[in-house]
């Protein structure tokens, strides 16, 4: 399984917005990162993402970018900020071993899931970043971990 984790784009704090949208800053980079995607020809077969507005925004944005159905993205509490990052992994596990699994969520959820996954360390997740994890049975590898600022160059040299 090749897991995706991707951290919402940079949002209103909430004082300036109650629901924390995506700034347009955050959309620039979270649309960004959606043409590097598609420049590299990926494709998901599942996309997930919490329930909060600037998840649910960056899933949409990416899922147009890569042409997966907008209507199926599946909203997830597993992927909430403070939600346990086990419950994500049961929900993953009847996926087939050749999934290629997005999940938009939150910080310290996505931080949290990666040690969980890597069997710990210390891992940072800007707004619009993009971690993949290679998932076989029970074992996990970090294959990769970009910054959005590394996509936006990508997208634009291609």
């Not at 998840?55 to 346990?84: F, G, K």
């Not at 990666?114 to 993009?130: Q, T």
């Not at 996990?140 to 936006?152: E, F, G, I, R, V």
């Amino acid at each position: 399984m090749q897991l995706y984790l991707m951290r919402h784009g940079l949002a209103y704090s909430e004082k300036e917005d109650p629901l924390c949208v995506l700034s347009p800053e955050g959309i620039d980079q979270v649309k960004s990162v959606g043409r590097a995607l598609r420049s590299l020809s990926l494709r998901f077969d599942l996309i997930l993402a919490s329930p909060k507005r600037r998840a649910q925004q960056t899933a949409a944005l990416i899922a147009e970018s890569v042409r997966y159905p907008y209507s199926d993205i599946v909203s997830t509490e597993s992927a909430l900020p403070n939600a346990h990052p086990s419950a994500l992994i049961r929900l993953l596990e009847p996926e087939p071993d050749d999934s290629r699994i997005l999940v938009v969520g939150h910080l310290p959820h996505l931080a949290d899931l990666l040690c969980e996954l890597c069997g710990g360390g210390k891992f940072k997740l800007g707004n619009a970043d993009l971690a993949c994890v290679e998932r076989v049975q029970q074992a996990s590898t970090l294959t990769s971990l970009l910054p959005n600022s590394y996509l936006a160059l990508l997208a634009a040299t291609r």
